[in-house]
T-cell receptor, first 116, second 116 residues
């Protein structure tokens, strides 16, 4: 069974600084996707970034980028130029697409606070 | 595009009664819908996966007779919590997929259920 581990329950960063959230996962599959989702106080889940396991190039979306280390099964999220609106819970998630219906497996989350 | 709604956003019910939560894909056909449960300050736990026109697949430990899921059309799935008890109080989130890409999953805004 696949597992997703986020070892940082809470983190804080000053506005405009850079912060990195950690995520490791365990799987025997070779074809999968990894995601970072943001859940602000409204509790609406928002997709931040997606990485396909077969792609070696790290995904980037504006101020958000990942460091995907497939051999190490590590998938960290870097937020550059942090903004107050980045304050939220961040969940790392795994999706095995070989024979899967698309059900996501989530880590326990990291609560990020951006301080002015 | 790709909007998912949930209704109601909040519901309070008395112990022993049943409550229905609706999940609708507003601008696309969702062949697969997922129901998650999220306790305070915890992660999302998949309860069940439903495909239009077929029986839902429940995760281990989820009582199928208590949490009735109906995916009667390509735009609507319902979760009915039967004979609700205070321990069923939680935040319920649905997501919808099926736009052709297994990694595309769109989340509803969630429903907060409080059982008194």
């Amino acid at each position: 069974a696949q597992t997703v581990t986020q070892s940082q329950p809470e983190m804080s960063v000053q506005e405009a600084e850079t912060v990195t959230l950690s995520c490791t996962y365990d799987t025997s599959e070779s074809n999968y996707y990894l995601f970072w989702y943001k859940q602000p106080p409204s509790r609406q889940m928002i997709l931040v970034i997606r990485q396909e396991a077969y792609k070696q190039q790290n995904a980037t979306e504006n101020r958000f980028s990942v460091n995907f280390q497939k051999a190490a099964k590590s998938f960290s999220l870097k937020i550059s130029d942090s903004q107050l609106g980045d304050t939220a819970m961040y969940f790392c998630a795994f999706l095995n697409y070989g024979g899967s219906q698309g059900n996501l497996i989530f880590g326990k989350g990291t609560k990020l606070s951006v301080k002015p | 595009g790709a909007v998912v709604s949930q209704h109601p956003s909040r519901v309070i019910c008395k112990s022993g009664t049943s409550v229905k939560i609706e999940c609708r894909s507003l601008d696309f056909q969702a062949t697969t819908m997922f129901w998650y449960r999220q306790f305070p300050k915890q992660s999302l736990m998949l309860m069940a996966t439903s495909n239009e026109g077929s029986k839902a697949t429940y995760e281990q430990g989820v009582e199928k007779d208590k949490f009735l899921i109906n995916h009667a059309s390509l735009t609507l799935s319902t979760l009915t919590v039967t004979s609700a008890h205070p321990e069923d109080s939680s935040f319920y989130i649905c997501s919808a997929g099926g736009r052709g890409k297994i990694y595309e999953q769109y989340f509803g805004p969630g429903t907060r259920l409080t059982v008194t």
